[in-house]
């Protein structure tokens, strides 16, 4: 009875998923765009715009997979791109859009799946299928992401970047301070805050690849790992956008030339500049007034509340922390050089980060209760975090002057609502995972004179 529910579990969650595909492409098309599905589907031949990534799916579908056929399949993929390249170079086909690798990753994973599909039975095709999928939908992930923000600006002409800038007054403008720090840094400091900010999925892969490295010997899937906090993150986070659009204090404070110029980055400055309130970011912190929505181009997206780079940052270090000290170690550096990137950017405002946190803690409630079955323990703190979220969205609407001209009062409250999300989280955790008591030793036993 539980197998055939699961079952269908997972069908039904297949063809929610397929439709909500197929709405992208729908949606994509009507603004003149391909979709998620043929951009994936172009990738098979043309050149992909997401090599590194391709290969990272690649290597999580291995975690199914015996050391022989995992070499195997890294062959095969290697052996694909270095014909492909050849093939390009006869044909003086230059890659001027994307990466000159990436099609045998995703040729290898199509593969094994005709393999699970024709050659395989059982639990051996389903567990090949899971793992096929899971590679693929890292990949569909990222292109439906890209739907997700072409969206949000086609659909979101206004702008509310004045408010949250109001609101983050209160916190004391952390984006303008670390944009100097970045400034400070050079072209060395901001590059590498670039690698860690654009490599985040690699990152993620890492961790995921450290919880999955049992599957292919227990020939199972464990009940929770980072791949599934990341799909949800990445699911449910850009229906924020379309509620709250901001797109941040670089696009809407300043062209941020003599910024850019500096740290080796957009040396012509952002290219919605002319859309700018005023050139004052990271120089002058913008003043205090009564905001109101202001009118933005139709490119930028609105992809800043919550902060989503925050929010999956927040998610490996979570997962890395039951990993060796290396792994904790990385899962710490790419946490604190995320929030460092994203504000020293000017891609966020402090006020993102904080929703970004409390966001991700209650995914992760949500999907662990789920997991081990809901109790009154996980229901409270996952509507406790759904309403402290909703909250602050409606703080930063209604009440940004009052935050802006009460700091002292304002800021404090704003982080200990973050930090009870997290204490609340935490001692959740404990409860359901509780630390291995020592044995007790037996009592000596008197001996008899």
Same mark, same amino acid.
């Given at each position: 009875?539980?197998?055939?529910?699961?079952?269908?579990?997972?069908?039904?969650? $297949?063809? /929610?998923?397929? $439709?909500?595909?197929?709405?992208?492409?729908?949606?994509?098309?009507?603004?003149?765009?391909?979709?998620?599905?043929?951009?994936?589907?172009?990738?098979?031949?043309?050149?992909?715009?997401?090599?590194?990534?391709?290969?990272?799916?690649?290597?999580?579908?291995?975690?199914?997979?015996?050391?022989?056929?995992?070499?195997?399949?890294?062959?095969?993929?290697?052996?694909?791109?270095?014909?492909?390249?050849?093939?390009?170079?006869?044909?003086?086909?230059?890659?001027?859009?994307?990466?000159?690798?990436?099609?045998?990753?995703?040729? /290898?994973?199509?593969?094994?799946?005709?393999?699970?599909?024709?050659?395989?039975?059982?639990?051996?095709?389903?567990?090949?299928?899971?793992?096929?999928?899971? $590679?693929?939908?890292?990949?569909?992930?990222?292109?439906? $992401?890209?739907?997700?923000?072409?969206?949000?600006?086609?659909?979101?002409?206004?702008?509310?970047?004045?408010?949250?800038?109001?609101?983050?007054?209160?916190? +004391?403008?952390?984006?303008?301070?670390? +944009?100097?720090?970045?400034?400070?840094?050079?072209?060395? +400091?901001?590059?590498?805050?670039?690698?860690?900010?654009?490599?985040?999925?690699?990152?993620?892969?890492?961790?995921?690849?450290?919880?999955?490295?049992?599957?292919?010997?227990?020939?199972?899937?464990?009940?929770?790992?980072?791949?599934?906090?990341?799909? /949800?993150? +990445?699911?449910?986070?850009?229906?924020?956008?379309?509620?709250?659009?901001?797109?941040?204090?670089?696009?809407?404070?300043?062209?941020?030339?003599?910024?850019?110029?500096?740290?080796?980055?957009?040396?012509?400055?952002?290219?919605?500049?002319?859309?700018?309130?005023?050139?004052?970011?990271?120089?002058?912190?913008?003043?205090?007034?009564?905001?109101?929505?202001?009118?933005?181009?139709?490119?930028?997206?609105?992809?800043?509340? =919550?902060?989503?780079?925050?929010?999956?940052?927040?998610?490996?270090?979570?997962?890395?922390?039951?990993?060796?000290?290396?792994?904790?170690?990385?899962?710490?550096?790419?946490?604190?050089?995320?929030?460092?990137?994203? %504000?020293?950017?000017?891609?966020?405002?402090?006020?993102? %980060?904080?929703?970004?946190?409390?966001?991700?803690?209650? /995914?992760?409630?949500?999907?662990?209760?789920?997991?081990?079955?809901?109790?009154?323990?996980?229901?409270?703190?996952?509507?406790?975090?759904?309403?402290?979220?909703?909250?602050?969205?409606?703080?930063?609407?209604?009440?940004? %002057?009052?935050?802006?001209?009460? =700091?002292?009062?304002?800021?404090?409250?704003?982080?200990?609502?973050?930090?009870?999300?997290?204490?609340?989280?935490?001692?959740?955790?404990?409860?359901?995972?509780?630390?291995?008591?020592?044995?007790?030793?037996?009592?000596?036993?008197?001996?008899?004179?």
């Amino acid at each position: 009875m539980w197998r055939g529910s699961r079952t269908g579990l997972w069908v039904a969650a $297949g063809v /929610v998923a397929l $439709g909500f595909l197929i709405a992208l492409e729908i949606a994509a098309r009507h603004y003149g765009q391909p979709g998620p599905i043929t951009n994936q589907a172009r990738e098979v031949i043309f050149a992909p715009k997401s090599g590194f990534l391709l290969y990272a799916g690649m290597a999580l579908m291995m975690v199914v997979l015996t050391w022989r056929q995992r070499f195997i399949a890294a062959g095969a993929a290697i052996g694909i791109d270095i014909a492909f390249a050849v093939v390009r170079w006869a044909v003086d086909a230059r890659v001027t859009d994307g990466h000159p690798f990436g099609n045998g990753a995703l040729w /290898v994973m199509l593969g094994y799946a005709v393999i699970a599909v024709t050659r395989r039975t059982g639990r051996e095709r389903v567990l090949l299928l899971k793992g096929v999928g899971l $590679g693929l939908l890292l990949v569909a992930g990222r292109k439906t $992401g890209d739907i997700w923000l072409l969206i949000t600006s086609r659909t979101r002409p206004g702008v509310l970047d004045q408010y949250v800038a109001t609101a983050d007054h209160a916190l +004391g403008n952390p984006s303008w301070l670390m +944009g100097r720090i970045v400034t400070a840094t050079g072209p060395i +400091g901001s590059n590498l805050l670039n690698i860690v900010y654009s490599q985040l999925a690699v990152a993620a892969v890492v961790v995921a690849l450290y919880q999955l490295r049992n599957v292919a010997a227990e020939r199972r899937f464990p009940r929770h790992h980072l791949v599934r906090t990341f799909l /949800v993150i +990445g699911l449910l986070g850009p229906a924020t956008y379309m509620i709250f659009p901001v797109v941040g204090p670089v696009f809407a404070y300043g062209t941020g030339l003599e910024h850019w110029s500096s740290v080796g980055l957009w040396p012509e400055g952002p290219p919605s500049g002319q859309w700018a309130v005023a050139d004052l970011w990271p120089r002058t912190l913008p003043p205090i007034s009564t905001p109101h929505p202001m009118p933005f181009d139709e490119v930028t997206p609105r992809n800043c509340m =919550p902060s989503l780079h925050t929010a999956w940052a927040v998610a490996i270090f979570i997962h890395s922390r039951k990993g060796p000290r290396t792994l904790r170690f990385a899962g710490t550096f790419w946490l604190l050089a995320t929030l460092g990137a994203t %504000l020293g950017f000017g891609y966020h405002y402090g006020v993102d %980060l904080i929703v970004g946190v409390v966001f991700t803690l209650t /995914v992760e409630a949500a999907l662990r209760s789920y997991d081990r079955g809901w109790d009154r323990a996980g229901v409270r703190l996952v509507a406790y975090g759904t309403t402290v979220f909703a909250a602050l969205l409606v703080s930063y609407r209604y009440l940004p %002057l009052e935050m802006a001209r009460h =700091p002292w009062l304002y800021g404090p409250l704003l982080i200990l609502t973050m930090i009870s999300v997290i204490y609340g989280y935490a001692r959740t955790v404990a409860l359901w995972e509780p630390s291995a008591a020592p044995a007790r030793q037996p009592e000596r036993q008197p001996e008899l004179v």
